[in-house]
């Protein structure tokens, strides 16, 4: 009975080891997330680049107007107004505070 709990709790402490060998319930094995992530950690996000412009007739290349995004983000379409809140969350990221 103590070999087997032994067994499982070695087993189980191997989990926790990453791929360098350090301990800690952090995943290693998952690119940009115990190492910081990087410059473009958000990139994975955009799973469909341009819909959102296509959605609102606005030509790729030009600026969404903030009004159509806030309108778009209360439209009853879900997936609209999913890239729309997302476009809001993007629009705040990358300024630095003063």
């Known amino acids: 009975m103590d070999a087997e ?7 189980k402490r191997k989990k926790h080891i990453g791929a360098e ?8 094995d998952r690119p940009g997330r115990a190492r910081g992530g ?3 950690w958000i990139h994975g996000a955009i799973k469909h680049p341009g819909a959102l412009h296509r959605s609102l007739g606005v030509p790729e290349g030009e600026k969404i107007p903030a009004s159509k995004i806030e309108k778009a983000a209360h439209s009853d379409n879900p997936t609209l107004a999913r890239r729309a ?3 809001q969350t993007l629009k705040g990221l990358g300024h630095k505070k003063d």
Do not use: N, T
């Open 38 to 40: 990087g410059a473009k």
């Open 21 to 28: 060998g350090e301990k800690g319930h952090r995943r290693l």
């Open 85 to 87: 809140r997302f476009a």
């Open 5 to 11: 709990l032994a067994s499982f709790q070695k087993k």
